[in-house]
């Protein structure tokens, strides 16, 4: 079976990073985890395209993608995901929770202490040294 393609934004604004809370998951291992938004890939489809689209839908937020951070293969007991990172900019202070039920701006040293999807546990250990 081939990685779902999933690209995940790390949106920083005054040195802060956005985390997002998913909800309830069909998934027990995914509920409730911390993550940083994002979402699939659409056929045609380039990375920046699906990140800026992604973040619309899950945000009502705009963002400027400014350069690719990490791409990293996980597999999950159901299925795998290649989560394709980048390094993003907000273009407005304004975000609005249309698919999480939390969001924190924490500072790179501060991530560790959430309780992570285990996809994104990568990208935490990288952004800790920022």
């Known amino acids: 079976m081939n990685p779902i393609q999933v690209l995940a934004a790390v949106i920083i604004k005054d040195q802060k990073i956005l985390c997002v809370q998913r909800g309830t998951h069909k998934y027990p291992y995914l509920a409730n985890k911390w993550e940083f ?48 990172t980048w390094l993003c900019t907000p273009l407005s202070d304004e975000l609005e929770l249309n698919e999480h039920q939390a969001f924190v701006w924490l500072d790179a040293q501060d991530l560790k202490e959430l309780d992570w999807a285990e996809a994104d546990v990568a990208v935490v250990g990288q952004l800790s040294y920022l």
């Open 37 to 84: 938004p994002g979402g699939k890939m659409e056929e045609g489809e380039t990375e920046e395209q699906t990140i800026v689209r992604e973040i619309r839908e899950e945000l009502s937020m705009e963002i400027q993608p400014i350069k690719h951070l990490l791409s990293h293969t996980h597999h999950y007991p159901d299925f795998s995901i290649e989560l394709h």
